[in-house]
């Protein structure tokens, strides 16, 4: 198993000869990655905690048996991410990142972040996103299915659909407009609106 401690990794994988070629059971605690590709990488079974990812591409990176504790991507793309296969995620953020094709379904999120963020066509059914933050987040086609969403923030978050049969929304926060949009799945109509 690889170990790195406080590094900062700024390039693709691929130029770093070859070390960083397989993530695979590595640990990275307080590191930071700016600027790079973790594209189809095998990260499985590897813990990242409290690292920080600033501009990096995770899309398709294979994570089952993976922990991320404490970390915070910012301005990434994480697209087509299975996180329910993570070994554990807790304490993560998520601000400005696209996290479209993601798939949360059945994971404790409570209290996570996902902050001004393009969150399209991802899976949270069945989660419990209790205190979650989607503040500013694009959200459509996103499904909550079966999810607990008590006292979320979804002030200014725009595009979501939210089954209010198969969903508790409880002292959670929703910003007019947009909040409009839970009245959809009451098949009502609304004069004024669309």
Same mark, same amino acid.
């Given at each position: 198993?690889?170990?790195? !401690?406080?590094?900062?990794f700024? *390039?693709?994988?691929s *130029?770093l000869?070859?070390?960083?070629? *397989?993530l695979?059971?590595? %640990?990275?605690y307080n #590191? &930071?990655? !700016?600027?790079?590709?973790?594209?189809?990488?095998?990260?499985?079974?590897s813990?990242?905690?409290? #690292?920080t990812f600033?501009? /990096?591409?995770?899309?398709?990176?294979?994570?089952s048996?993976?922990?991320?504790?404490?970390?915070?991507?910012?301005h990434?793309k994480l697209?087509?991410?299975?996180w329910?296969?993570?070994?554990?995620?807790s304490? /993560? =953020?998520?601000?400005? #990142?696209?996290?479209d094709l993601?798939?949360?379904?059945?994971?404790?999120?409570?209290?996570?972040n996902?902050?001004?963020s393009?969150i &399209?066509?991802?899976?949270?059914?069945?989660s419990n996103?209790? %205190?979650a /933050?989607f503040?500013?987040?694009?959200?459509? =086609?996103?499904?909550?299915?079966g999810?607990?969403l008590m006292?979320a923030?979804?002030?200014?978050?725009?595009?979501? *659909?939210i089954d209010?049969?198969y969903?508790?929304i409880?002292k959670?926060?929703?910003?007019?407009? =947009? /909040?409009?949009?839970?009245l959809?799945?009451?098949?009502?109509?609304?004069?004024?609106?669309r």
């Amino acid at each position: 198993m690889n170990s790195y !401690e406080d590094e900062t990794f700024n *390039s693709d994988a691929s *130029s770093l000869n070859g070390e960083l070629n *397989s993530l695979r059971s590595s %640990e990275f605690y307080n #590191c &930071h990655f !700016e600027n790079f590709n973790f594209v189809g990488k095998d990260c499985q079974f590897s813990k990242f905690l409290e #690292c920080t990812f600033k501009n /990096v591409n995770f899309s398709n990176a294979l994570i089952s048996g993976s922990t991320f504790r404490d970390c915070k991507f910012n301005h990434s793309k994480l697209t087509g991410i299975n996180w329910s296969d993570c070994s554990s995620l807790s304490a /993560v =953020e998520f601000d400005e #990142c696209i996290l479209d094709l993601s798939i949360f379904s059945g994971m404790n999120l409570k209290k996570m972040n996902f902050k001004n963020s393009k969150i &399209h066509q991802a899976d949270f059914s069945e989660s419990n996103l209790e %205190e979650a /933050v989607f503040c500013g987040s694009d959200l459509r =086609e996103t499904t909550f299915a079966g999810a607990n969403l008590m006292k979320a923030d979804l002030r200014s978050a725009t595009n979501y *659909s939210i089954d209010l049969a198969y969903t508790k929304i409880r002292k959670a926060k929703f910003s007019f407009p =947009e /909040v409009i949009a839970l009245l959809e799945s009451q098949d009502i109509e609304i004069e004024g609106y669309r």
